[in-house]
């Protein structure tokens, strides 16, 4: 059997306490990266670790910006977003961020029409709750959308994150677990 580093075995550990318990998916991979020489041993991957730090997580519940900057945060809020069945509202504000960086007219249009299609429209797969007034707001704009067409909504989703799933976030088993184990691995080292 290869050796495993301590991060990987603790991480491993984790996700084995989380699925037991059945309340979190955590995708197995998101805290370690594997270069393309490195390979799997036994299914757990041998790599360094690019997970957070417990600096990293208390900058985390200073804000919501903070961790949605975070690439390892926004994974992790993602997660915990999922199982409150909630996904739709960072995908909705990730589309939109991805839709700030269009280039051109034509690719703007498409990003503003699939944004549409999948979250803002009736009926829409990740339909998010937005008011009639933003909605229509959004749609009568689809025909020449601008940086602004989804600035409302962005911002409405952000505040129901901010103020609803964000503080329960913080309170959670999963942020509270991996603290823990990332405070516990700290003193290891």
Avoid at 10 to 31: A, C, H
Avoid at 100 to 127: D, G, L, Q, R, Y
Avoid at 135 to 145: F, H
């Amino acid at each position: 059997m290869m050796h495993m580093d301590w991060q990987a075995k603790s991480f491993n550990l984790l996700l084995e306490t989380m699925e037991k318990k059945k309340q979190w998916k955590i995708p197995k991979g998101i805290f370690f990266k594997m270069s393309p020489n490195q390979s799997k041993a036994k299914g757990v991957m041998k790599s360094k670790s690019h997970r957070p730090t417990v600096d990293d997580m208390h900058q985390w519940a200073q804000s919501l910006d903070k961790l949605l900057a975070h690439k390892y945060g926004k994974a992790v809020y993602c997660v915990f977003l999922k199982s409150e069945f909630c996904e739709e509202n960072i995908e909705f504000w990730t589309a939109c961020e991805d839709f700030k960086t269009s280039k051109s007219k034509w690719e703007m249009a498409f990003k503003a029409k699939h944004i549409a299609e999948e979250f803002v429209k009736s009926n829409a797969p990740k339909e998010i709750n937005l008011d009639y007034a933003t909605k229509n707001g959004i749609l009568q704009s689809l025909a020449e959308p601008s940086g602004s067409t989804f600035v409302a909504a962005q911002r409405k989703v952000y505040s129901l994150m901010e103020n609803n799933s964000y503080p329960r976030f913080l309170l959670s088993d999963l942020y509270r677990d991996l603290l823990l184990d990332v405070k516990t691995q700290g003193k290891r080292n």
